[in-house]
């Protein structure tokens, strides 16, 4: 029997920085191995190893270092960290390192994974297509998202965009089918008030008793943020992937998260990129996000929504910019639209659904949707140039073509992208709105659109005929 | 014997080991008892410091490493094609196949498949001389292609047997007898250093444009055959769009498409959807000549830094087949920052921005290696790599150091724009700031099409550059108060855009576009405009010129097939111009 399967504590801590501790003198310890930290007053606290040689080994800290001292044990599990699955987690709310905060028993299972998962091999990868309704027009009619995307919210702090996670939560379908979403939620480093908002809204609407959620909360300990997502995505992967089970993953705010790895990496004194987070910020991140999506010969799929508020409203930020790199596209919520009480304040401008084309069309949602969204982005455009020209020459300066699309950008904003926090549309009635708004323009205009879509869902004509 | 080592440490990817004697930089190692694969890229003295292929999780100091003696290698023939690897050459199918759908770490995958036979056909017969580079004999690997079995580049001598038939790519087809006597097995299959840049006999100039059936890039920023080009822009403005676009319709044999860091679900798109698209030329599915190598963003950084030498190499070895080969490497910003991950864990000196000093080094090593070339070989051969690489510079600024290095070592320059791409207008490549160092080899091609093609584009491009010079004094005084003359260039710069420049990668006619209809279209709208500008000099108002049906007929017309509806389009403007002229008495 080795020393460690006897439980050796070590005792052997030289230094303690920031998150991280310096050990010497162990043996036998693996890179990536699960350690335990053990203060004086018998608190337990999770760490991992994130550089090991023969006899020393730095470990990172999941919870607070605070209040520890150099006499803190340190014991080597000899194990990655790993969660129990089961179908039992379904229904129950954990802390971020997945301690129940439910009062509940913590859940046993004989099937544990480890919180890193495994790549999905590209090749083994199905394509999204199937068109998720959110019954939001902005999302549905111009970035439409599908099963298995991902795709993040980028706000700012004071917008509703938590509400409008909980409007796609409650309200995503699959129009046709009845199969609804298991919701596995994750909050980094958010408000008390903001995870009591999505448990109300989770339990209001029934989903509660089809959800997990993992909760690391802004006075929880801020490395411990560095697992929460990853043992969310671990949750949805098993569900998905093992249970069969379709399932939306919202994880906010990213930002925090991001803040944690940031921490660390200042404590190990590395090289910094741009606004000291450091150059695997990128891989990093796709280490999580790209753990959504579907496999082919498998039912189920995770679909992902990871919420970040971008500091400043900075989109060139680094998580921001780094998560657009990996996502597949955006929603951008604006101060400005917020102001003019538009919800959702979404910039339709600067949002993107990758995805969109495969799922959109003939016999997915309707064949104009795809030429209604690019005449719809391209009028509207034209309307926020009108109404930056408005600025400067006033309307009187605009020619009436102009002044044509300036109304429309007005009328686009209030009645295509502004709805109710409740109200769901369907994606024809989303549609229908679109012609609505687009039938102001003159028929030329609409240069977009194929004539024979114009002749069929065009209002002038459809009146007509 | 295998030089053996002991792990010191692990820090992430980077393993240190320390081996019994010295062993040599470059070499592939496998590391630990999962014997996963590594490389050494660091020596002082006995230890070696690795760089890891695969996730060290678990691994332990102790451990053993295994040097294997050789540096990383491709595997070179008949089973590329329509094949999809990692950075290292393991075959994500044949992974698929033996564990799943989740990579697994330590598992060995040939890269050629050593069970598949192949029906060879020799081209050499027996006490024939042969040199590096000769074809011996072909493999019909898919419908469309042929795959060209050569003599490796450094070996000479006589064919002492040679037999067709069915082979693997590991079983003898002949033997040769070098100059020194000595009989060498040949197999259909050969290995090359992925970092060593494959020989040939001569570069040539460049005189042939790479027609991508894209009408910005064709028309007015081309890139030539054996030439290099990079579509640099911020997430979201269509670098991977372009890229699959060029894959799909360019006038290339070969396409090696590289995802390096990038998504998993795009190299799903590709594989899915190549193989239903058929290529406009041959009329053979895409699937059919392309080679996928998927590093993606959260396979391990390392692998994702050779996978571009791979893609490369690749390349090289069917151009030495004498084919034209088109290399799409995106993004090179992900390779460049698999670089950058490596150097900070060797805790190298950092230049800009975390960067090594010698980034701008290994960029130009991988741009030199594209060209157009004869090839080795006894007979002349010629054959082409073209480069185009995908730059995602942080925040969409330009200015960061793996954007300006590319620039100094490409000929055309793709410059994507997001207030473009915010309106949807795709592809959203800046006509300002892009280039091309092209145009001279491009315009003798073009002639064939357009006698006077340089002058129509230079006239074309004129009138954009012009109409962003009117579009800033109109942002002060409103278009209303500017001349008809320069509203009229401001209207033929939205026709130029929403007619040529616009092109939906999604439309089924419009994805594609021959190089007889690009011509055709660009001057239908010259045509418009020459006609309509005495108009305008005598008086007759824009809002009238406006107003004509044709205008967004003509935004309209690239939507059809073929050029026919061009030339009715152009009676047509004819037409309704004169009877505007009528109207006003203008003759
Ligand atoms: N030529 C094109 N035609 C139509 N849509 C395009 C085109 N190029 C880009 N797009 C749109 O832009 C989105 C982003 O393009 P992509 O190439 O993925 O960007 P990047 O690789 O630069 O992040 C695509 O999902 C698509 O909606
Ligand atoms: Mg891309």
Redesign the pocket.
């Known amino acids: 029997m080795s020393l460690r399967e006897a439980g050796l504590v070590y005792k052997t801590v030289r230094e303690i920085r920031g998150p991280l501790l310096f050990v010497e003198k162990v043996r036998d310890v693996a890179y990536d191995e699960v350690v335990r930290v053990i203060t004086p007053d018998g608190e337990e606290v999770l760490g991992s190893v994130l550089d090991v040689s023969r006899d020393y080994a730095l470990i990172q800290v999941y919870g607070e270092t605070g209040g520890m001292d150099l006499n803190v044990g340190v014991h080597f599990t000899g194990e990655t960290l790993k969660i129990p699955v089961s179908d039992e987690l379904i229904g129950r709310i954990f802390s971020g390192s997945m301690k129940p905060l439910d009062g509940m028993p913590p859940p046993i299972s004989t099937d544990e994974r480890d919180i890193h998962g495994g790549v999905i091999n590209p090749a083994a990868r199905a394509v999204p297509s199937e068109f998720i309704q959110t019954g939001v027009s902005a999302i549905d009619g111009m970035n439409s998202l599908v099963r298995g995307q991902k795709l993040p919210i980028f706000s700012e702090s004071g917008l509703p965009h938590n509400q409008l996670a909980a409007q796609i939560a409650r309200q995503a379908t699959i129009p046709g089918r009845e199969e609804e979403f298991a919701i596995v939620f994750a909050a980094m480093g958010i408000k008390h008030e903001e995870a009591e908002f999505f448990r109300r809204e989770f339990e209001k609407t029934g989903a509660l008793n089809r959800s997990v959620m993992i909760l690391n909360l802004a006075d929880d300990p801020p490395i411990e943020r560095l697992i929460t997502p990853r043992i969310a995505q671990t949750v949805a992967e098993y569900l998905a992937f093992d249970l069969d089970m379709h399932i939306l993953v919202i994880l906010t705010d990213m930002t925090n998260y991001a803040e944690a790895l940031r921490s660390i990496s200042i404590a190990r004194e590395e090289i910094p990129t741009r606004k000291g987070y450091p150059g695997y910020l990128y891989s990093d991140l796709a280490t999580i996000y790209e753990r959504a999506g579907k496999i082919k010969g498998k039912k189920g799929s995770v679909t992902l929504m990871p919420i970040l508020t971008m500091p400043g409203g900075d989109i060139t930020h680094p998580v921001p910019d780094l998560t657009g790199?990996i996502t597949e596209g955006q929603l951008i919520l604006q101060r400005d639209l917020f102001l003019r009480g538009i919800y959702p304040p979404m910039n339709v401008l600067p949002s993107?659904s990758?995805l969109?084309?495969d799922g959109i069309g003939e016999g997915r949602t309707r064949k104009d949707h795809a030429d209604v969204s690019n005449q719809l982005y391209m009028a509207y455009a034209e309307g926020t140039r009108a109404r930056g020209l408005v600025r400067i020459v006033g309307v009187v300066g605009l020619s009436e073509r102009e002044r044509r699309y300036l109304e429309f950008a007005d009328r686009f904003e209030r009645e295509f992208v502004n709805q109710g926090i409740y109200e769901n549309r369907t994606i024809e009635q989303t549609l229908d709105i679109a012609w609505d708004l687009l039938s102001m323009l003159p028929e030329e205009e609409l240069i977009r659109i194929r004539r024979e879509y114009i002749k069929e869902f065009h209002p002038k004509y459809r009146r007509a005929g | 014997m295998a030089l053996k080592g002991v792990i010191e440490r692990i820090n992430g990817s980077l393993v240190v080991a320390r081996f019994e004697e010295e062993p040599r930089i470059g070499d592939l190692v496998e590391v630990g008892k999962l014997g996963l694969m590594g490389e050494i890229v660091r020596l002082s003295g006995r230890n070696a410091f690795i760089q890891c292929y695969e996730v060290t999780s678990g691994m332990k100091p102790g451990e053993p490493v295994i040097d294997t003696g050789t540096p990383l290698v491709a595997e070179l023939g008949p089973g590329l094609m329509g094949n999809i690897f990692d950075g290292v050459e393991r075959s994500e199918l044949e992974m698929w196949r033996m564990v799943g759908p989740f990579i697994k770490r330590g598992v060995r995958i040939a890269p050629l498949n050593r069970d598949k036979k192949w029906y060879f056909e020799p081209k050499v017969e027996k006490g024939e001389k042969v040199v590096g580079g000769d074809i011996i004999g072909v493999v019909q690997e898919t419908e469309y292609f042929q795959h060209r079995i050569l003599i490796p580049p450094h070996l000479k001598g006589e064919i002492v047997e040679i037999e067709g038939g069915e082979y693997t790519v590991n079983e003898p087809i002949g033997t040769l007898k070098t100059d020194e006597g000595e009989e060498v097995e040949l197999k259909m299959m050969h290995t090359w250093p992925v970092r060593m840049p494959r020989p040939y006999k001569e570069r040539l100039p460049l005189t042939i444009p790479l027609i991508t059936g894209q009408r910005v890039i064709d028309t007015f920023f081309p890139v030539a055959k054996g030439g290099a080009a990079a579509i640099p822009?911020g997430?979201?403005?269509?670098?991977?769009?372009?890229l699959q676009?060029i894959s799909k319709w360019a006038d290339a044999d070969v396409i090696i498409y590289i995802g390096c860091g990038e998504r998993g679900n795009e190299m799903a798109d590709v594989v899915t959807h190549f193989p239903e698209l058929t290529d406009p030329r041959t009329g053979r599915k895409l699937i059919e000549r392309t080679v996928i190598v998927a590093n993606v963003s959260n396979m391990p950084v390392s692998a994702r830094e050779a996978s571009i030498y791979l893609g490369v190499t690749l390349a090289e070895y069917f151009r030495d087949q004498g084919y034209d080969v088109a290399v799409m490497a995106?993004s090179t910003s992900r390779w460049a920052e698999a670089m950058r991950d490596l150097s900070g864990r060797l805790e190298e000196i950092p230049a800009e921005r975390g960067f090594p000093a010698y980034l701008a080094d290994r960029i130009a090593g991988i741009y030199e290696r594209a060209g157009r070339v004869v090839t080795l070989g006894s007979e002349r051969r010629v054959g082409s790599v073209t480069i185009i690489g995908?730059v995602s510079p942080p925040g969409g600024d330009f200015s960061e150091p793996v954007t300006t290095h590319t620039l100094r070592f490409i000929g055309a320059f793709w410059a994507?724009d997001t207030e473009l791409?915010f309106r949807?207008h795709?592809?959203?490549i800046n006509w300002l700031r892009s280039f091309s160092r092209y145009i001279e080899v491009a315009s003798v091609w073009w002639e064939k099409y357009e006698p006077r093609w340089m002058q129509l584009r230079a006239r074309a491009l004129k009138i954009l550059e012009d109409a962003s010079e009117i579009e800033e004094t109109a942002r002060i005084i409103g278009e209303k108060a500017l001349p008809d003359e320069q509203r009229l260039t401001l209207l033929i710069a939205e026709m130029i855009r929403e007619g040529f420049l616009i092109?939906?990668?999604?439309h089924e006619v419009d994805r594609y576009c021959d190089p007889e209809k690009q011509v055709k279209l660009l001057k239908l709208i010259m045509d418009f405009h020459d006609a309509v500008e005495p108009l305008i000099r005598r008086g007759i108002p824009i809002e009238r010129i406006r107003a004509l049906k044709v205008v967004s007929e003509i935004m309209r017309v690239k939507e059809e097939k073929g050029v026919e509806p061009i030339e009715e389009m152009r009676k047509r403007m004819r037409r309704e111009v004169s009877s505007l002229a009528g109207e006003y008495g203008v003759e």
């Not at chain 2, 403005?237 to 372009?242: A, D, I, L």
């Not at chain 2, 092109?503 to 999604?506: G, H, I, L, P, V």
């Open positions: 790199y993107l990758r969109m084309k | 822009g997430f979201g403005t269509g670098k991977t769009v372009t676009q995106d995908a994507l791409a949807r795709f592809p959203a092109q939906n990668a999604f």
